[in-house]
């Protein structure tokens, strides 16, 4: 089983639409989650943290359950620019290594 | 957000030379960076944690002597391709964390996409 698992996708959504990725870790010990996006040919940008309470950012809210291991990000009112490869994170100890998963790609179409 | 500059951004290079890539840490020191490769339609998979001032821990399955990594100071890390084949070619990026920033917030470099001819 691969420490850290996403559906690749892609999802192709329509304008305004509301879609949810989710991402499951092996490790139970886990400490510290991220979203990050990335653009085709770019490094990968920190979209945000995963907080045990939840958290959101505008249109992003992102979610933990520990029991289930796994994280969530939802999207709402997607835009044509929400277009992009999201990838989640894991590391168990801070400052230690992230592991990705294979990243969930998203196209929005008008 | 903390800056990593990473270059070349682009390389390409013949079969069995050696090519060198270079990640710093622009505004902040980082005792610890990271070296990740990509494949077309795969993930970030980690390569080897680079450690100022001591060896680089590699991952299973990464060969140390093909792939060298020098941290001789807080704001910089090397990866040197030796001896490179067109199955190297790939996606390289470099990521380091500012420790006092006191989140665990990853900030990676631009990439180096090495072609291998």
């Known amino acids: 089983r691969k420490e850290v698992e996403q559906d690749p996708g892609p999802f192709n959504v329509p304008e305004g639409a509301t879609v949810a990725f989710n991402c499951t870790y092996s490790n139970s010990a886990s400490q510290s989650f991220f979203w990050y996006r990335q653009d085709c040919r770019k490094e990968p940008k920190l979209l945000m943290s995963v907080y045990s309470s939840g958290n959101e950012d505008g249109r992003f809210t992102a979610q933990l359950n520990r029991a289930s291991q796994y994280i969530s990000l939802l999207i709402r009112d997607s835009k044509l620019s929400d277009s992009a490869t999201y990838l989640c994170?894991?590391?168990?100890?801070?400052?230690?290594?992230?592991?990705f998963g294979t990243g969930t790609r998203l196209q929005v179409f008008p | 957000g903390a800056v990593v500059s990473q270059h070349p951004s682009r390389v390409i290079c013949k079969s069995g030379t050696s090519v060198k890539i270079e990640c710093r840490s622009l505004d902040f020191q980082a005792t610890t960076m990271f070296w990740y490769r990509q494949f077309p339609k795969q993930s970030l998979m980690l390569m080897a944690t680079s450690n100022e001032g001591s060896k680089a821990t590699y991952e299973q399955g990464v060969e140390k002597d093909k792939f060298l990594i020098n941290h001789a100071s807080l704001t910089l890390s090397t990866l040197t391709v030796t001896s490179a084949h067109p199955e190297d070619s790939s996606f390289y990026i470099c990521?380091?964390?500012?420790?006092?920033?006191?989140?665990?917030?990853?900030?990676f470099g631009q990439g180096t996409r090495l072609t291998v001819v």
């Open positions: 990521s380091a964390r500012d420790a006092d920033r006191g989140t665990n917030e990853a900030f």
């Open positions: 994170a894991v590391n168990i100890f801070k400052n230690d290594k992230l592991i």
